[in-house]
């Protein structure tokens, strides 16, 4: 688990999230990923991702629809040798993307933020130190989270060519979609708010 350490935490130059937008590549930060019914990466099929960085060289996002089937952040927690949680401990945890599978994320609600934590969207920040779990586990965290392990991500020029290979769809995140919508249902919640009959959509398939 390796990214909630006390000195593991989220840069800016870790995910160029302030990134220069020069080469005109149109950003998908802040907008969710709704997987194409004809993608073959079984990893990905029927997943949503919030995209937390998209430029030039890279892209990353978290899945937001996928938890651990067997692990809660109490459990969570002990393997960090956090201490026994006071609140949160029956969360799930969220598969976040099969990429750095032992780094943690944090993807939060904005009312609570630290020196670290990064503006995904004007409504959800993303934090990966240690000292936030803390913070939830205190019951003085941010009222919406999602508690990843892994992420998606993309090499330059990538997630490009399967936006235009129609492998993903995107909308733009809202809180409400991200943190309030019952994971299981929010693929088919995507393509409803997209207009769109999932069984009638033409795409390619693909991998991430």
Not at 81 to 100: E, S
Not at 187 to 200: M, N, Q, V, Y
């Amino acid at each position: 688990m390796g990214q909630f350490k006390k000195t593991s935490t989220i840069s800016k130059s870790d995910f160029a999230i302030e990134c220069d937008m020069g080469d005109n590549i149109k950003s998908l930060k802040g907008q969710l990923l709704i997987a194409s019914p004809h993608m073959d990466d079984t990893r990905f099929q029927r997943s949503v991702i919030m995209m937390c960085q998209h430029d030039a060289q890279s892209a990353m996002g978290l899945v937001i629809n996928k938890q651990a089937s067997r692990l809660k952040l109490g459990d969570l927690y002990e393997k960090l040798n956090i201490g026994a949680p006071r609140f949160a401990a029956q969360d799930p945890v969220h598969i976040g993307g099969p990429v750095d599978s032992n780094r943690g994320f944090v993807l939060h609600s904005q009312d609570h933020m630290l020196p670290d934590s990064m503006a995904v969207t004007h409504e959800i920040g993303l934090t990966a130190s240690i000292d936030m779990l803390r913070d939830i586990t205190e019951g003085v965290g941010p009222m919406h989270t999602i508690v990843s392990l892994g992420c998606a991500g993309w090499s330059a020029g990538q997630l490009d060519r399967e936006i235009a290979e129609n492998v993903w769809l995107s909308l733009p995140a809202s809180a409400q979609l991200v943190f309030d919508h019952d994971h299981k249902t929010l693929w088919e919640h995507g393509f409803a708010t997209l207009g769109i009959d999932p069984g009638f959509f033409a795409g390619n398939a693909g991998t991430a």
